[in-house]
């Protein structure tokens, strides 16, 4: 059996982030903030460009290109030509992943799992 993956097929694990950033299209500038971000693309609030268009994405002095997968009315999916391994946008993103990992709760000490017959009686 062939291991068949779909050329849409997501290979990066999405971090949630809030990152207001520029989106340079054809015609305008339009502002927007990314809301959801891996090394292979991002999901772009409150900007809405042409599916299958190039843009440019305006953060921290640098600039990010990414092609339009999907668009609706207000945000749109882009793909980056290149995986962020540098720059802005991937600091962001590694700052994002840590602030996640930092945030995770403990687990409760004081949880025992069920036990059964004498032994939980102590």
Request: proline share 7%.
């Amino acid at each position: 059996m062939t291991n068949f993956r779909s050329p849409t097929a997501r290979s990066h694990n999405r971090t949630p982030v809030s990152i207001d950033v520029m989106v340079n299209g054809v015609l305008n500038f339009v502002d927007g903030r990314i809301t959801d971000l891996s090394e292979g693309g991002a999901r772009i609030d409150g900007a809405s460009m042409p599916a299958r268009s190039r843009c440019e994405i305006h953060y921290a002095g640098e600039i990010t290109y990414a092609i339009v997968m999907w668009s609706e009315f207000d945000r749109m999916g882009v793909r980056f030509p290149y995986e962020l391994a540098h720059g802005a946008l991937h600091n962001a993103l590694r700052r994002a992943r840590t602030a996640a990992v930092a945030e995770t709760p403990p687990p409760f000490l004081g949880h025992r799992g069920p036990v059964f017959g004498r032994r939980g009686l102590s």
